[in-house]
C-alpha cells in the first residue's frame, strides 16, 4: 500500500529555534497533504491543507506565520515550525491522499526546552 | 459543521473479551468512515473503513457496519488480545477541493490485561 514518510521522527530543539520536519509520499504523489498536531492524550487536531504549488489553506486558529508550510513538489510538503517555544512541543503528523483513500505518516516528535 | 463523537475511555478489559466502542457521526452528504489505531509512540494506522451505508469493515477480527440510520459507525472484536492495547479514534472524510479532509473523533483508549 501507499506510504507516508515523516523525517524526522524526534526533535529536541532550544526555544527561539525553528524546526522544519518533512513528508514525504513515499510511492505516489500527492496534490494534497494535511498537517496534523496532537497533544498527549488527545485526539488529532488539523493544523492545515497543503497544496501542491499553492498556498497552505490554515484552519481557525493556526497562525500561518508561526507554521510555514511549503508544498514544492508533488511528493514532498515541509512544516516549519518558526521560532519554536515550549508550547509547541507535540507530536505532528501529516497525511496524504492516495485517490479516495487518506494515509499518514508515522508522526514527528516536537520538544522544545 | 461535520464531527464525530466516540465514548470515552479509558476501556479496560480481560483477554478473549467482547469489545464495544461506540462511534456516531454529523454529516452533509455521505462521508466515508474509518477506525485508525494508535499504538504507543507510533502514527495512524487505518484499521478498517466503509464508504457507504451498510457497507461492513474488517481487520484483524475487528467490524464496524455503517449505519445511516443511527449514523453510527461501533467498533466491535469478538475476542480481544493483550496486543490490541492501543487507541482507537473513529473518523469521517470528507470531500473538499482537493482532496479529503478526515475530522476524528476524541479517540478511545483501550487496555487489555492478560
Known amino acids: 500500500g501507499a506510504v507516508v514518510s515523516q523525517h524526522p521522527s524526534r526533535v529536541i530543539c532550544k526555544s527561539g529555534t525553528s524546526v522544519k520536519i518533512e513528508c514525504r509520499s513515499l510511492d505516489f504523489q500527492a496534490t494534497t497533504m494535511f498537517w496534523y498536531r496532537q497533544f498527549p492524550k488527545q485526539s488529532l487536531m488539523l493544523m492545515a491543507t497543503s497544496n501542491e504549488g499553492s498556498k497552505a489553506t490554515y484552519e481557525q486558529g493556526v497562525e500561518k506565520d508561526k507554521f510555514l508550510i511549503n508544498h514544492a513538489s508533488l511528493t514532498l510538503s515541509t512544516l516549519t515550525v518558526t521560532s519554536a517555544h515550549p508550547e509547541d512541543s507535540s507530536f505532528y503528523i501529516c497525511?496524504?491522499?492516495?485517490?479516495?483513500?487518506?494515509?499518514f505518516g508515522p508522526g514527528t516528535r516536537l520538544l522544545v526546552l | 459543521g461535520n464531527s464525530v463523537t466516540q465514548m470515552e475511555g479509558p476501556v479496560t478489559l480481560s483477554e478473549e473479551a467482547f469489545l464495544t466502542i461506540n462511534c456516531t457521526y454529523t454529516?452533509?452528504?455521505?462521508?466515508?468512515l474509518f477506525w485508525y489505531v494508535q499504538y504507543p509512540g507510533e502514527g495512524l494506522q487505518l484499521l478498517l473503513k466503509a464508504t457507504k451505508a451498510d457497507d461492513k469493515g474488517s481487520n484483524k477480527g475487528f467490524e464496524a457496519t455503517y449505519r445511516k440510520e443511527t449514523t453510527s459507525f461501533h467498533l466491535e472484536k469478538g475476542s480481544v488480545q493483550v496486543s490490541d492495547s492501543a487507541v482507537y479514534f473513529c473518523a469521517l472524510s470528507d470531500r473538499n477541493t482537493g482532496g479529503f479532509k478526515t475530522i476524528f473523533g476524541a479517540g478511545t483508549r483501550l487496555f487489555v490485561k492478560a
Open positions: 454529516a452533509t452528504g455521505y462521508p466515508s
Open positions: 497525511s496524504a491522499n492516495s485517490g479516495e483513500t487518506q494515509y
